[in-house]
């Protein structure tokens, strides 16, 4: 890879970026649908507060899992069939097409899991333990979530599919991320050691990458 | 020029005088005997819950007057209304959970009155998200106020089902949001005058934002009615002298 | 905190949220203006 492929990554970065600002869908849309299910939950199982301390931080990964894998996919981030001839004509690289898009993924995601966690915290009053590790994680799942959902993106690539197609075909792919973010919360407040699952979240992100990078072109061009 | 300029900045001049007077009073008027000090963020924090509903039978107003004469005016009033209401919504929230946390310990309660406080947060949210989606002033009001109406209609099933929710699964009865009533009089005036000076604050800025959606529905306008010259017209034919 | 610590961090979420909220209109209604090419 040379120096040009991190640059035509930092490009599609910026143009994510920018789309986000213009359009605003993570903000306007993703953020607030993620942040009213967590309202919804105790209105539907109650709102004892040993309860919701008990399933609130669950709830939170859950949300994430399922809500937060939109910001890879709609309008904003896919691109249209002419857009994707015009990248391919220009000399994009499909491979740093696709870090690039998974990078602004995982920032947007990043944002949605910081916003949503704060709701998160005020609605199931869940105690904050390990903030290094806690950090850690919310990191780590960014990249995985951002990562499964911009390949599946690439691998669907069509605009008649239903806007559940991604999220249907990231949710079982996302459980080495959920459990391991959950187990690791648990495991925080309990103080075992959480080395295990993070190794195991390490890996979705790995082997996600890896495939990402090596079927960008192959994508591109079916 | 001048004296437009002056003219114009008179909104801000309003906010920040009838602020200055509720923050003085809401200084000087005595402690709770049961809240202590703690009773002052009442004094923002009922006002921008008052605001928050205002706003939203506003935007209600709004949609139903856009609705029945087409006038983009009541559009106008209405989406200002909508996202001065959602500032005002979150705020009120912000602030009754800042009052809560040292009262109660906890940041939140699941109370009829905040739930349903945090559900109308959502729904403006989703009224303002809508209007995004779309740059034609005349599309952007026949579906907001739909919208609009829908929610504002809809409001009032959603606290009757939250309320009878509450009274089937009562929360402690020490959770009241605005604690024991306000009886002393200067303290109730300090709670008047925030009223009043949070409406001033809601007048103000619904003149400000109704002046920048103007603005902006022209200058989506202008850009959309610039003619762009066919390149063909670039070219013209040379004159070569010839008499027609 | 202190009472008078909480009383200090509403009132400034308070006021300083509405600074920015009313800042981002007056300089929203500036830019625009400036781009439609008013000069008044």
Same mark, same amino acid.
């Given at each position: ?25 993570? /903000? ?14 105790? $209105? ?30 709609? !309008? ?12 391919? &004509? +220009? ?17 947007? &995601? ?19 333990? #390990? ?6 994680? %919310? ?59 993070? &190794? +195991? ?22 | ?8 900045? @008179?909104?801000?001049? *309003? ?54 004469? !087409? ?23 912000? $602030?009754?959970?800042? @009052? ?15 739930? $349903? ?29 739909? +919208? ?8 009032? &099933? ?5 309320? @009878?929710?509450?009274? %089937? ?9 605005? #604690? ?10 300090? /709670?008047?005058?925030?009223?009043? *000076? ?15 959606? !103007? ?30 | 905190?202190?009472?008078?610590? @909480? ?15 009313? #800042? ?17």
């Amino acid at each position: 890879m040379t120096t040009g492929f991190w640059h035509q990554a930092a490009a599609v970065v910026h143009r994510d970026l920018l789309r986000e600002r213009r359009r605003g869908d993570v /903000l306007w849309i993703t953020i607030p649908f993620g942040a009213i299910a967590l309202l919804l939950v105790p $209105l539907a199982v109650g709102t004892d507060a040993i309860l919701l301390r008990q399933i609130g931080p669950g709830m939170y990964w859950v949300i994430v899992m399922l809500f937060g894998v939109l910001v890879s996919v709609g !309008k904003a981030s896919n691109e249209t069939l002419p857009q994707q001839d015009a990248s391919a &004509l +220009l000399g994009l690289d499909p491979a740093s097409g696709f870090v690039g898009r998974a990078t602004s993924a995982t920032l947007l &995601l990043l944002i949605f899991e910081m916003v949503v966690g704060v709701v998160a915290v005020g609605l199931y009053d869940i105690s904050i333990i #390990g903030i290094p590790w806690l950090i850690v994680t %919310l990191i780590i799942v960014a990249i995985g979530l951002a990562l499964l959902g911009t390949l599946t993106g690439s691998i669907v690539n069509s605009t008649s599919a239903g806007t559940a197609l991604v999220p249907l075909l990231v949710a079982p792919l996302s459980v080495p991320l959920l459990l391991g973010a959950t187990q690791s919360y648990e495991g925080l407040r309990l103080g075992h050691s959480i080395l295990s699952w993070v &190794l +195991l979240m390490v890996a979705v992100v790995l082997i996600v990458a890896i495939i990402g990078v090596l079927t960008a072109r192959p994508l591109q061009e079916m | 020029m001048q004296a437009q300029t002056r003219n114009r900045q @008179w909104p801000w001049v *309003a906010i920040v005088l009838s602020l200055a007077v509720a923050f003085t009073l809401s200084m000087v008027s005595p402690a709770d005997s049961v809240q202590g000090d703690l009773v002052r963020i009442m004094y923002v924090h009922v006002p921008a819950a008052w605001l928050a509903y205002l706003a939203f039978f506003v935007t209600f107003v709004g949609s139903v007057g856009y609705l029945i004469t !087409k006038d983009l005016r009541w559009d106008r009033i209405a989406a200002a209304s909508a996202e001065i209401g959602v500032y005002f919504t979150g705020l009120a929230i912000a $602030l009754g959970m800042i @009052w809560a946390k040292p009262t109660w310990g906890v940041w939140w309660t699941w109370d009829a009155r905040l739930t $349903l406080t945090a559900i109308m947060f959502f729904v403006y949210l989703g009224y303002l998200a809508l209007r995004r989606t779309t740059d034609d002033p005349v599309v952007r009001a026949g579906r907001s106020s739909v +919208l609009g109406v829908l929610g504002a209609l809809q409001i009032p &099933l959603v606290h009757f089902s939250v309320v @009878w929710w509450r009274t %089937l699964h009562q929360p402690p009865s020490l959770v009241r949001p605005d #604690g024991p009533a306000i009886q002393d009089p200067l303290m109730l005036t300090a /709670l008047t005058v925030g009223v009043l *000076a949070f409406t001033v604050v809601y007048g103000s800025l619904m003149v400000k934002r109704i002046e920048l959606i !103007k603005l902006d529905d022209r200058k989506v306008a202008i850009e959309q009615s610039i003619e762009r010259p066919v390149a063909g017209e670039a070219v013209t034919v040379p004159d070569l002298g010839a008499s027609s | 905190m202190s009472d008078w610590g @909480w009383v200090a961090f509403a009132y400034a979420v308070a006021y300083g949220s509405l600074g920015v909220f009313a #800042g981002s209109i007056a300089v929203r209604i500036r830019n625009t203006r400036r781009s439609i090419g008013e000069t008044e």
